[in-house]
């Protein structure tokens, strides 16, 4: 898993509340494990003008011009800007992978259903709480200026904006710490290598018979 640590973006302004996992990546495209190759069918029933089949090349596909992130100034977006409940629906992981997949690190909204909350952090993606008229400033002041960007202090806990107007968060700690240092569930464990050897050393000696 990508660390997060200081991180500065371009931002694109997502102006829709319960935003749903179906939405962020459909479920005709839930045909993987692996979390990649997932981000060019981001938002896919918003980003194109057809209806989007598994395997299909999205380089050939009709774009919608009115999409947010098909619109020139918003390319090579980093943060994406949210209403409430960003990530509703069923608990898929698949959305933060797509995501992440298609270059999202962080994520600014009021609130987040809570397992898409959840699944973020395990993936590398910082979802950020910010109150609603916060939010709703940044929308205004994203849509006023092109190429406005936000940096993301995460050992800070804070959000930069370009009059250096520093905006706080809270997260909690041990998911800061594994953000910071880029620790997902394997990650943790692999902490713990050695003592997971020593331990199965430990019990090939007293109990041989259940590795023969």
Not at 41 to 56: K, T
Not at 57 to 82: E, I, T
Not at 137 to 156: C, P, S
């Amino acid at each position: 898993m990508k660390k997060f640590t200081l991180h500065e973006g371009i931002v694109a302004p997502l102006d829709r509340a319960n935003v749903d996992t179906d939405m962020i990546i459909p479920k005709q495209f839930l045909k993987s494990i692996k979390r990649s190759g997932f981000g060019p069918n981001l938002f896919d029933e918003l980003r194109y003008l057809d209806e989007g089949q598994p395997d299909q090349d999205c380089s050939q596909r009709p774009l919608n011009p009115d999409f947010v992130l098909n619109k020139p100034r918003y390319q090579g977006c980093s943060v994406l800007l949210a209403r409430k409940n960003f990530g509703c629906g069923s608990s898929r992981e698949h959305a933060p992978w797509a995501l992440e997949d298609f270059g999202i690190r962080a994520i600014i909204a009021p609130s987040y259903a809570d397992i898409f909350f959840n699944n973020s952090f395990k993936n590398g993606l910082l979802p950020i709480i910010l109150e609603e008229d916060l939010v709703d400033q940044l929308f205004r002041e994203v849509e006023a200026q092109e190429g406005y960007q936000l940096k993301i202090d995460l050992e800070q806990q804070c959000v930069i904006k370009p009059d250096g107007t520093s905006l706080p968060f809270e997260i909690d700690a041990f998911r800061k710490h594994c953000l910071l240092n880029g620790l997902d569930d394997i990650g943790l464990t692999l902490e713990h290598a050695d003592a997971i050897r020593a331990y199965e050393q430990r019990r090939r000696a007293e109990a041989p018979w259940m590795f023969s």
